[in-house]
Each structure stands twice: as C-alpha cells, then as structure tokens.
C-alpha cells in the first residue's frame, strides 16, 4: 500500500505530531544558538518535554514519564545548580563560537550523517507498520520488575546521587573570608 502526501496530511495523528515537533525543533535550534547559557538550559526543557510528548504520541508511557523524571526533573536541575554554584556568566558571550572554516564542515558532516541515517531506517524497515497492542512491555510490568526485585539498589543509587549532590554544594560553596 503506498500512502502519498495528501493521506498522510489527512490523518489526525500526524497533525498532532506536527504540533508537537515543530515547537521541539524550534526550541532544539534554541539550544545549540543560544548565547545564554540559563536559555539554552531552558530552551532545553521545551526540547526535552517535546519529546516526551512524542513519546506519548507513540505509546511509550513509561518512556516520556522517564524522561520528565529524569532528564526534566533532575538532570536540567543539576544544569541550573551548577550554574548557580560556580557563579558562571549569565550575560551574552559572543567569542563562543567556532569560526566559518570549522562550522561549515560540521554542517556539511551533520546534514551528510543525517541522510545516510535516514537513508538506512528506510532501507531497513520500509514502509513496515507495527500493529496496536503487539509487542512492547507494559508499564506495569516495568513497575513490578523494578519496585519488586530492585528496589533496594534503586534506593541506594538514589541516596548515592544525594550524596553526591550536597558533596559538590558543599565544595563548590564559598564562604566569605574572616574580616579579622
């Protein structure tokens, strides 16, 4: 069966999909163009909810609340902490980037890599359709797995981050110097 142009705009779906990715590429362009660090970080986060949201476009549950959880809730925190910790820069830094004789051929090796990739998912899976409710594991199975049988080194690598995080706050702190 081959779908043209007009059937795939005719679809809900991928009207959804479209307003889901275009704000998360939009956003993903901010990151890497972004002379602000704090913006990129938070340009960050729209990209990274983006992607949840495609996640669950996609039927992936487990996989978007992970990746709110994870990246949204801890690692762009840990971003904001560290910048606020080490007393970086915020204003606007123009010497950052490369110059036109790097960034062409970074561009040119990305744009290659992109189709070459592209070009090998097509290959490989076609137009291949996975059915509704076939394959994949269920969120609860996950859940069972991971509160039942590791629970415990779930909770250790937890206070392990923990520590490790106040560890790096209390090296990372200044404190004034004695006026004596």
């Given at each position: 069966?081959?779908?043209t142009?007009?059937?795939?705009?005719?679809?809900?779906?991928?009207?959804?999909?479209?307003?889901?990715?275009?704000?998360?590429?939009?956003?993903?362009?901010?990151?890497?163009?972004?002379?602000?660090?704090?913006?990129?970080?938070?340009?960050?986060?729209?990209?990274?909810?983006?992607?949840?949201?495609?996640?669950?476009?996609?039927?992936?549950?487990?996989?978007?609340?992970?990746?709110?959880?994870?990246?949204?809730?801890?690692?762009?925190?840990?971003?904001?902490?560290?910048?606020?910790?080490?007393?970086?820069?915020?204003?606007?830094?123009?010497?950052?980037?490369?110059?036109?004789?790097?960034?062409?051929?970074?561009?040119?090796?990305?744009?290659?890599?992109?189709f070459?990739?592209g070009?090998?998912?097509?290959?490989?899976?076609?137009?291949?359709?996975?059915?509704?409710?076939?394959?994949?594991?269920?969120?609860?199975?996950?859940?069972?797995?991971?509160?039942?049988?590791?629970?415990?080194?779930?909770?250790?690598?937890?206070?392990?981050?923990?520590?490790a995080?106040?560890?790096?706050?209390?090296?990372?702190?200044?404190?004034?110097?004695?006026?004596?």
């Amino acid at each position: 069966m081959t779908t043209t142009v007009a059937d795939w705009f005719g679809t809900s779906e991928n009207w959804v999909f479209l307003l889901i990715a275009i704000p998360t590429l939009g956003a993903a362009w901010k990151v890497v163009s972004s002379q602000n660090i704090v913006r990129a970080v938070l340009y960050l986060v729209v990209t990274l909810g983006g992607t949840a949201a495609l996640f669950i476009l996609l039927g992936a549950e487990f996989v978007a609340w992970t990746v709110v959880l994870v990246y949204i809730g801890a690692v762009i925190i840990l971003f904001l902490i560290g910048i606020m910790i080490t007393r970086a820069p915020l204003g606007t830094e123009g010497d950052l980037s490369h110059p036109v004789r790097v960034r062409i051929p970074a561009a040119l090796l990305a744009w290659i890599m992109f189709f070459f990739i592209g070009w090998a998912v097509l290959d490989g899976f076609g137009a291949e359709v996975i059915p509704a409710g076939e394959g994949g594991t269920r969120t609860a199975d996950l859940a069972a797995v991971l509160f039942d049988r590791w629970v415990i080194p779930f909770e250790v690598v937890s206070l392990v981050l923990l520590a490790a995080l106040i560890g790096g706050i209390a090296i990372a702190r200044r404190d004034p110097e004695d006026a004596s």
